[in-house]
């Protein structure tokens, strides 16, 4: 493991801790107008921290174009390696020296990792950045100054898109309600997928293009004060992955933050690259919505949910293997493999962390 120390990504001048203003942590969000510019106009502003696994090209490539990209914040960039086995640490001591790389001896996965480096980090920002992504022309730069003009949002987020451009909606969601995982069990979701009614969760046709308060800002690309992290105390380490930057941004609420997503910053997220197959994915975002459930839902509807959960995925499970013995194509068959193996994993994901 390298010094897990935070080193500036400017090798021209060694940065300086931030002692600008952070926000007392026992304010809530009842904050004044952000008194930034820091004090020295050299220090680093911002720690991005990417946790890397099995995604050497991509890591290479959200690492340059977020130096390419970010002209007028200073920041440090950490890259916590989870473990990886296909040279991805390699790769990125050797293209970029300047970056701190943290090599972890095994996978820690995704909360961990980040709250590891986030307790080494000095700077007043910390930005969540998954290794699958591209920063577009001024991104970065855009979200801090949105940050910097909206204080009660807490935590920001940006617009992301495909490859080709296509809206990416998976930036930001609603919470998960009783009634949003029962349109989602009877497939009101799949039917009419602008609906804000029966599509909830993904806020109907919204798309991404307008300023706008949001209840969950996706970990792929989340701003947010050190202090309110430090508040929050990080990820809550039982989420193992997925489902931790929901709980994060659902506990700043209760606090009185709302937070915000602006589309004047944008970047390409491809979405699971980091993840084995499509069914290992389903599992254990299915175990982080059960937990979500039982952690932010009151106590007597937890066992709806929980039922909801497991009509779900046993009618999906009876419906493609029934289509897959009719029309055996491959990608009937394919699909039935995968919810025959979500619908075997159900006593693990039945359970919350």
């Known amino acids: 493991m390298t010094d897990p120390s935070l080193a500036a990504d400017s090798p021209a001048k060694t940065p300086v801790p931030i002692s600008g203003t952070a926000p007392d942590p026992d304010l809530g969000p009842d904050l004044g107008p952000d008194a930034d510019p820091d004090p020295d106009p050299n220090a680093a502003a911002l720690t991005v921290i990417v946790v890397s696994y099995n995604t050497r090209a991509l890591t290479l490539a959200a690492r340059r174009t977020l130096h390419e990209t970010t002209t007028t914040t200073r920041l440090r960039t950490v890259v916590f390696d989870n473990a990886s086995k296909d040279g991805s640490a390699d790769a990125i001591a050797a293209a970029f020296p300047e970056v701190t790389?943290?090599?972890?001896?095994?996978?820690?996965?995704?909360?961990?990792?980040?709250?590891?480096?986030?307790?080494?980090?000095?700077?007043?920002?910390?930005?969540?950045?998954?290794?699958?992504?591209?920063?577009?022309?001024?991104?970065?730069?855009?979200?801090?100054?949105?940050?910097?003009?909206?204080?009660?949002?807490?935590?920001?987020?940006?617009?992301?898109?495909?490859?080709?451009?296509?809206?990416?909606?998976?930036?930001?969601?609603?919470?998960?309600?009783?009634?949003?995982?029962?349109?989602?069990?009877?497939?009101?979701?799949?039917?009419?997928?602008?609906?804000?009614l029966f599509n909830p969760e993904v806020m109907g046709g919204w798309q991404r293009d307008s300023v706008r308060e949001v209840d969950v800002v996706v970990g792929c690309f989340l701003l947010i004060r050190r202090a309110l992290w430090d508040r929050l105390g990080g990820f809550d380490l039982r989420y193992y992955m997925y489902g931790e930057d929901a709980d994060l941004c659902l506990r700043a609420r209760a606090l009185g933050y709302r937070p915000m997503i602006t589309p004047d910053a944008e970047i390409m997220h491809l979405v699971g690259a980091a993840s084995r197959t499509r069914a290992d994915k389903m599992v254990l975002l299915a175990r982080g919505r059960l937990t979500l459930i039982h952690d932010h839902w009151p106590s007597w509807q937890v066992p709806y949910g929980r039922a909801m959960m497991w009509l779900w995925a046993g009618s999906r499970s009876a419906a493609t293997g029934r289509l897959a013995r009719l029309r055996p194509t491959a990608s009937n068959r394919a699909r039935a493999e995968t919810w025959a193996h979500i619908w075997a994993e159900r006593r693990a994901w039945l359970t919350p962390y």
């Not at 980090?121 to 909206?150: C, K, M, Q, S």
């Not at 990416?168 to 009877?186: D, E, K, L, Q």
């Open 101 to 196: 790389l943290i090599r972890s001896e095994e996978n820690l996965g995704f909360a961990r990792a980040n709250n590891v480096v986030a307790k080494a980090a000095t700077t007043d920002w910390l930005l969540l950045l998954n290794p699958d992504t591209e920063v577009h022309a001024g991104a970065v730069d855009a979200l801090i100054a949105f940050a910097r003009a909206n204080p009660r949002g807490g935590i920001y987020g940006g617009r992301t898109v495909f490859p080709d451009g296509a809206l990416n909606i998976a930036s930001c969601f609603a919470r998960i309600t009783p009634w949003s995982v029962t349109s989602r069990t009877f497939g009101l979701t799949t039917l009419f997928p602008n609906s804000r």
